[in-house]
């Protein structure tokens, strides 16, 4: 089912994205005996950059919030959430129209499987793990303020 966000929009920077009211994304979070981990969806080939890893995410609705829809993405693509809890949220705004913000949310235990066609496998990595992965750009480029984040919290 198509969302009222969906679609590609031409930004005030002239790039075009997807979401017509910006896009979000959740980096999810456990805490270990062995160290923190996060979730990583690997994207099935047919997306943006298939095969890199990355957080689950889409478009907003209209009317959503970052949180909300990050959470929606994300259950449509590994599966129902457990308990969780807010920790903090990343927002990267390239124009005064667009924007993803990435919400980190820490779970009480690990959850997830490739539950649509968006979705080629998922996965929870140490911290320093990721950084070895092949992860979208956009991912990259967030990742180091999400780290410190994921650190703090």
């Not at 005030?12 to 896009?23: C, E």
């Not at 829809?69 to 927002?91: K, M």
């Not at 949310?105 to 539950?115: N, P």
């Not at 968006?118 to 999400?146: C, I, K, S």
Request: aromatic residues 12%; hydrophobic residues 40%.
């Amino acid at each position: 089912m198509r969302g009222s966000g969906d679609g590609f929009v031409r930004c005030g920077d002239g790039h075009v994205r997807w979401g017509r009211y910006g896009a979000a994304g959740v980096l999810f979070v456990h805490r270990e005996a062995d160290g923190v981990h996060v979730l990583l969806q690997k994207r099935s080939q047919w997306a943006h950059e298939g095969g890199t890893w990355s957080v689950s995410g889409g478009a907003l609705d209209e009317g959503e919030t970052p949180a909300e829809a990050a959470l929606r993405e994300a259950s449509e693509e590994v599966g129902e959430i457990p308990a969780h809890r807010f920790v903090g949220e990343y927002v990267f705004a390239p124009a005064d129209d667009w924007s993803y913000t990435t919400v980190v949310v820490e779970v009480d235990g690990r959850f997830g499987f490739s539950a649509n066609f968006e979705t080629d496998a998922v996965g929870w990595f140490r911290l320093d793990e990721v950084d070895g992965l092949p992860v979208h750009a956009g991912f990259a480029a967030a990742w180091p303020a999400l780290r410190r984040i994921v650190e703090g919290g």
